[in-house]
């Protein structure tokens, strides 16, 4: 547990789903144990522009969330092993970004992959994507999953992130 939880202070966590299309982000509270929803979404870029282009859009959106809802640390997952490599080196430009858009605005943050995600979530680290959505509808009290796919996985890390000391 953090120090600001174990304090009963506020603290706010971004989770960062880094992808080149879309990169899922989701914005939670913490308090003396209490999670909840601040907010969630996907930063989607344009199929048909330049990667520099995208990447740079990613960049202005990112900054503008920090900005907006001022998190106090982030979350940001690994980058998996992936079959597809001009895929895997497109999602890693984009998860470059993120990790310069977040140290450029000096937010504490750590990375985890996406079996710790799971395990943190779920408690189980083989858990499939509709049980970790489930339970991240539970933990925040939502009504319903998060949508889109990306929203709902950043939201489980940053429940990952903000019981990171745990891990």
Do not use: H
Not at 109 to 116: I, K, R, Y
């Amino acid at each position: 547990m953090s120090i600001l939880m174990s304090l009963g202070k506020k603290k706010i966590v971004l989770g960062i789903d880094p992808g080149l299309a879309d990169t899922g982000y989701g914005v939670i509270s913490c308090q003396s144990g209490r999670l909840e929803m601040i907010a969630y979404g996907s930063i989607q870029t344009k199929k048909g522009l330049e990667l520099s282009d995208r990447l740079v859009t990613l960049e202005k959106e990112l900054y503008r969330i920090i900005k907006r809802y001022q998190p106090d640390e982030a979350g940001v997952e690994q980058l998996f092993f992936c079959n597809n490599v001009k895929t895997a080196l497109m999602v890693g430009q984009a998860r470059g970004v993120v990790l310069l858009t977040l140290m450029k605005n000096q937010l504490p943050l750590c990375e985890f992959t996406p079996l710790q995600v799971k395990q943190a979530v779920t408690g189980y680290g083989q858990a499939d994507k509709r049980q970790v959505q489930q339970m991240v509808k539970t933990i925040l009290g939502l009504k319903d999953i998060p949508r889109p796919d990306d929203a709902a996985d950043a939201l489980a890390i940053a429940i990952c992130a903000s019981q990171w000391k745990k891990y």
